[in-house]
Nanobody, 123 residues
């Protein structure tokens, strides 16, 4: 029910746009998050968009470079990634959780997960 796509190989400084098909996970109830896992590392939270008011949150290392948004009447959540760095290389996952209304969405244990999409940043 959650399906991530849009990954690929890009040179440092380049851009990619990831999409998460999130039909059924409406903004009325769900926050949507993006996570990533690099080889040999634990999965980490990257960004999320809150339930209700679509407030956005980012980990410090991607602030100013990544932008999350809901589109297509909320059925798609996109992650626009600009200024990509080799350290952004990872498998990226989208996930959903029933969250408090109009509250920060970074600290939840996300319950619903899609399959990942590989992002590789290399010259």
């Amino acid at each position: 029910q959650l399906q991530a796509s849009g990954g690929g190989l890009v040179q440092p400084g380049g851009s990619l746009r990831l999409s998460c098909a999130a039909s059924g996970f409406t903004r009325a109830y769900y926050a949507i998050g993006w996570f990533r896992q690099a080889p040999g590392k634990e999965r980490e939270w990257v960004s999320c968009i809150a339930r209700g008011d679509d407030s956005t949150y980012y980990r410090d290392s991607v602030k100013g470079r990544f932008a999350i948004s809901r589109e297509n009447a909320g059925n798609t959540v996109s992650l626009q990634m600009n200024g990509l760095k080799p350290e952004d290389t990872a498998v990226y996952y989208c996930a959903a959780v029933i969250a408090a209304y109009r509250r920060p969405c970074a600290g939840y244990e996300y319950k619903h997960w899609g399959q990942g999409t590989q992002v590789t940043v290399s010259s």
